[in-house]
């Protein structure tokens, strides 16, 4: 890679690190929980970004393997956390075969 | 002005030392310019959007879609920098996560909204004013 597409890498993760500062003022300041998950899950795929151009700027390409697992955590963390606020617990067993409807206890299925 | 000259001396150095011109290596940093700054507009563009509009559900209107078209576009062109085959496997294998997982997370949270009860901000559109001048 020469030194002036490391240049561009280095201003491409600048930009992305200054989308992720805004988009934590939403996530501070967001009005719902709602919102504020929105706004972890929006930062988590920058944050993936981020590692894969970092690995290219140093010359490390290890990091990317990280960055796969970073995003499969971010998509379950997300649905744990919709799941706890919509059951107030985590050992609930979700309803299978059913897509919309009510269940018994009054939740639904993710 | 100095990096457009180092560009210009990078570009007249690779001409001489190659008789035939290297297609590969014009494409490839080519490719990586543009996807890389079309990709950082949709990223960018989302932030702007998920500060200013009103509303939940304009909101992840607006993150969803343009955070999996910008990391797909970014991821490309981080493809096209790669020199062998097991990077460019690996950067294959965040995007296809990326696609499946970003959409599906986006509908858990709206549908989750809406099934609590969240209500989205209504109110009648009126279209703008029409000049009354033309015939």
């Known amino acids: 890679m020469s030194p002036l597409m490391g240049y561009f890498m280095l201003g491409s993760a600048i930009l992305i690190i200054v989308s992720m500062a805004l988009m934590l003022a939403r996530l501070i300041g967001g009005p719902t929980l709602y919102d504020r998950l929105l706004a972890v899950n929006s930062f988590g795929t920058k944050t993936v970004l981020f590692l894969c151009i970092f690995c290219f700027i ?3 390409p290890d990091g990317v393997d990280i ?4 995003a499969l ?5 997300t649905i744990a956390v919709l799941k706890f606020f919509n059951y107030r617990a985590l050992d609930v067993t ?3 075969g059913r897509t919309g409807g009510n269940t018994a206890d009054g939740g639904d299925a993710l | 002005m100095s990096l457009i000259f180092a560009a210009a001396a990078e570009v007249s150095q690779a001409a001489e030392t190659a008789s035939h ?3 590969w290596s014009v494409v490839s940093k080519v490719g990586t310019v543009v996807s890389m700054i ?3 507009f949709f990223i960018l563009a989302g932030t702007i959007g998920v500060l200013r509009l009103p509303d939940f559900y304009t909101r992840l209107h607006a993150a969803g879609m343009t955070d999996t078209l910008g990391a797909e576009l970014i991821l490309l062109a981080l493809i096209f920098q790669c020199d062998n085959l097991q990077m460019v496997l690996k950067l294959l294998l965040v995007a296809f996560f990326l696609l499946v997982t970003s959409p599906t997370a986006t509908h858990a949270v ?3 909204a809406y099934r609590a009860g969240l209500k989205p901000l209504l109110g009648e559109y009126r279209a703008p004013e029409l000049e009354e001048d033309a015939p």
């Open chain 1, 58 to 60: 140093i010359g490390r």
């Open chain 1, 67 to 70: 960055a796969l697992l970073y």
């Open chain 1, 73 to 77: 955590m971010n998509f379950i963390a």
């Open chain 1, 94 to 96: 979700l309803p299978r």
């Open chain 2, 21 to 23: 011109i290297d297609w």
């Open chain 2, 38 to 40: 079309a990709g950082l």
């Open chain 2, 110 to 112: 709206a549908h989750a």
